[in-house]
């Protein structure tokens, strides 16, 4: 940590304490998460399930992004450099009399979804989203997901840890059942949060567990109840610890606790607070409602408008291959973009020659296509050499986040640096889109 200067401190937590730290050579700030847990090891540190999803997840416009992990080898202390944000949604909103536009509640929840589906894309379910890990950017409204420790594959073995998630955000089968839940209980949580920011109140703030489906039960009724714990007793996944004893009674519905909120949005957290998960829609779905039509035709526009600006930047780098690299059957691409040639430069020289390839690849003024042996040219195509040639290290296997991940995702090996006492840092994080697998 010599090289970053504590400005103060953000917040704190069960587990760890956050920092507003500055760089000393760049002026640049950051937010540090330290671990108040002790680490004996390198391999402890890597096995974190924090620091492997955020490896896996990264990058994402709206998955908060890991820059540094240090690690203190004598003191065993852990230390997460974080991009800073300017605060969370609980922030915004506590002591607020007036209530947030609908339209900015409408970006944030969507920001939050696609990070959030982005997640479950990739095997992981987040297991405690609430407002408060949910950070935003007031100068240009990017809202991210944060705090990933709880964070679990969706492929590992259940029962799961009974008390996750924070009461308030819990999902039904999280309060109803002994660990037997999915991630769905991700899509509860934000429907939740979405509640919330409209009202400016906790949709469903009970005080104990028992209060905590009472009160889900008052707004939502027991309709919706009796299926879902059959289904429970029949699966014997039930709580021993949960009275299924429940008053039968109609809801005061969602609309009555979010008065400022459109229709529209009140159908939306309605289909995220769906009682049983295998009703819930998943997040993917959800991005899909109307509700969020004018935001996706938006996100079209914008993508249009980055390949427009790429085919523009390719048009300058064409291939020149000369008639005897086409009788020789080597088909390559009609132009490449100014990152593909640096990525050509700077990843395929080691992996080429490993292979037996040539010993380097060079790129001319123009930036052409160099003569690249038949035996390679076909997994350039896509743009994906570096795992599709043969006797190669330079990408291995993600650690799955836990002993029972069934997931096989693959991702770049990130490689540590000693510097000093045993500083283990993470440049960029930046996955290489010309190389990786997925």
Sequence with gaps: ????????????????EVLKCQNEKTSEQFACKRMKQTFKSIEQVNNLR????????????NIVDLKEVIFDKKTGTL?????????????????????????????????????????HKNGIFHRDIKPENILINTKDDVVKLADFGSCRSV???????EYISTRWYRAPECLLTDGHYTYKMDVWSIGCVFAE???????????????????????????????????LKKEKTQSKHMDFNFKQQAGTGIAALVPPASEQAIDLITKQCTYNPDDRPSAKVILRHPYFKALRDDDKRKARMERAQQQAGASNYTDTSDKRAVKEGISLPVSINKQQAGFLTTTLNP??????????VELNKKH??????????????NNSIAHKIPNTKKFSALPNINDDDKAKQQAPHQATKQLGYAQYTLPSLNRLRHGHPS
């Design 1 to 16: 940590m010599q090289k970053y200067r504590v400005l103060g401190k953000k917040g704190e937590g069960t587990f760890s």
């Design 50 to 61: 924090e620091i492997q999803c955020m490896r896996r997840l990264s990058p994402h416009a």
């Design 79 to 119: 230390a997460l450099i974080i991009e800073l944000m300017t605060q969370n949604l609980y922030e915004l909103i506590r002591g607020r009399k007036n209530y947030l536009p609908e339209k900015k509640c409408q970006l944030y929840i969507y920001q939050t979804l696609k990070a959030l589906e982005h997640m």
């Design 155 to 161: 492929y590992s073995k259940q029962p799961y840890t």
């Design 197 to 231: 920011i409209l009202s400016l109140s906790p949709l469903f703030p009970g005080q104990n567990e028992l209060d905590q489906i009472h009160k889900i039960h008052k707004v939502l009724g027991t309709e919706c109840v009796n299926d879902f714990l059959a289904k």
């Design 351 to 360: 992996l080429l020659g490993k292979a037996g390839g040539p010993a380097a």
């Design 368 to 381: 052409t296509l160099p003569k690249i042996p038949i035996a390679h040219q076909a997994a350039m195509q």
